[in-house]
């Protein structure tokens, strides 16, 4: 089993940048790929970027590629989300999920993080 807390929730104006960070408890981190997802006021949570276990493959959305870059390190149990060039439509609840394999669906991951707010204003 694993348990992720999250960390790094924040305001920020639109341009600017974050780093959250997601911890993971136990010895089978590496064992799972993750994934980062988001659900803004009224809308379903959807996929924002994942990564393989080995941290050898990343997969992003289109609406962040080129600005979200997914991390991690499993020597610190630790996946990161590196934000930049944030837009006031990136404002939204962020999660951080654990799975057997990678996946663009939340069902396709077993256990989730906390949540931590985002917002940005423009």
């Known amino acids: 089993q694993v348990q992720l807390v999250e960390s790094g929730a924040g305001s920020v104006q639109a341009g600017g940048s974050l780093r959250p960070s997601c911890a993971a408890s136990?010895?089978?981190?590496?064992?799972?790929?993750m994934g980062w997802f988001r659900q803004a006021p009224g809308k379903e949570r959807e996929f924002v970027a994942a990564?393989?276990?080995?941290?050898?493959?990343?997969y992003y959305a289109d609406p962040v590629q080129g600005r979200f870059t997914i991390a991690r390190y499993n020597a610190k149990n630790t996946v990161y989300l590196q934000r930049n060039s944030l837009k006031h439509e990136d404002t939204a609840v962020y999660y951080c999920?654990?799975?057997?394999?990678?996946?663009?669906?939340?069902?396709?991951?077993?256990?989730w993080g906390q949540g931590t707010q985002v917002t940005v204003s423009s």
């Open positions: 999920a654990a799975g057997t394999v990678v996946a663009e669906t939340p069902g396709g991951y077993d256990y």
């Open positions: 136990g010895r089978t981190f590496r064992r799972y790929a």
């Open positions: 990564t393989t276990w080995s941290g050898g493959h990343t």
